[in-house]
Nanobody
Framework: QVGVVESGGGLVQPGGSTRLSCVVS????????AGWFRQAPGKEREFVAS??????????YYSNFVKGRFTVSRDAAKRTVYLQMNSLRPEDTAVYYC????????????????????WGQGTQVTVSS
């Protein structure tokens, strides 16, 4: 069974950068993809980005509000997924969650919470001066 643990984040100034990490534990032979979601105070959790675990034709996918600012990647040897966040804005303030989808028969990218079966505890990112 796969487990995920996030780290990184903290307080960042507007326009600044930070990188989140998500370490994957357990079996990865059925791991298809990892996704990043976020939840701001008083709002629903929303999809941010996803990356397939194995090499694929389209390995990453982004929500429109982070496209061009955030980059998702994975290092299979280190069993780690990263979310590089640049040009941060106050509206990026949220708890960021890493999630894993364990289904080797999947195709494409998944943007709904129900598509992911393993979740981390989340890590806070606060963008403020």
């Amino acid at each position: 069974q796969v487990g995920v643990v996030e780290s990184g984040g903290g307080l960042v100034q507007p326009g600044g950068s930070t990188r989140l990490s998500c370490v994957v534990s357990g079996r990865t032979d059925t791991l298809y993809s990892a996704g990043w979601f976020r939840q701001a105070p008083g709002k629903e959790r929303e999809f941010v980005a996803s990356v397939t675990w194995a090499d694929s034709h389209i390995p990453t996918y982004y929500s429109n509000f982070v496209k061009g600012r955030f980059t998702v990647s994975r290092d299979a040897a280190k069993r780690t997924v990263y979310l590089q966040m640049n040009s941060l804005r106050p509206e990026d303030t949220a708890v960021y969650y890493c999630a894993a989808r364990n289904d080797g028969y999947s195709i494409g990218h998944y943007t709904t919470e129900s598509a992911y079966d393993t979740w981390g505890q989340g890590t806070q990112v606060t963008v403020s001066s």
